[in-house]
Nanobody
Framework: QVQLVESGGGLVQAGGSLRLSCAASGRIRGINVMGWYRQAPGKQRELVASLASGGVTNYADSVKGRFTISRDNGKNTVYLQMNSLKPEDTAVYYC???????????WGKGTLVTVSS
């Protein structure tokens, strides 16, 4: 069983930066993908960025060039560096780990990011 704990959310002005962290406890098995999703009020949860254990990254078009995902496999931690934040980035951000070969998905409880104009 993998448990995820996010941190780093908060209130920031437009144009500012935040760095989210997600620490995973427990062993992550095999080929996996660590990622960040977000859900704004009244909207569906959407993928923000993901990083596979093999190094392949995927970003939502809306964050390309502004957000960077990285991971520290030794610490079982994934990060999301968010720069040039916009009010439309306001959402609850959720960490996700997918064990591809086992069909398992784990979610954190989320951390709120609020960007003021």
């Amino acid at each position: 069983q993998v448990q995820l704990v996010e941190s780093g959310g908060g209130l920031v002005q437009a144009g500012g930066s935040l760095r989210l962290s997600c620490a995973a406890s427990g062993r992550i098995r095999g080929i996996n993908v660590m990622g960040w999703y977000r859900q704004a009020p009244g909207k569906q949860r959407e993928l923000v960025a993901s990083l596979a254990s093999g190094g392949v990254t995927n970003y939502a078009d809306s964050v390309k060039g502004r957000f960077t995902i990285s991971r520290d496999n030794g610490k079982n931690t994934v990060y999301l560096q968010m720069n040039s934040l916009k009010p439309e980035d306001t959402a609850v951000y959720y960490c996700n780990v997918r064990e591809v070969g086992y069909g398992m998905d784990y979610w954190g409880k989320g951390t709120l990011v609020t960007v003021s104009s």
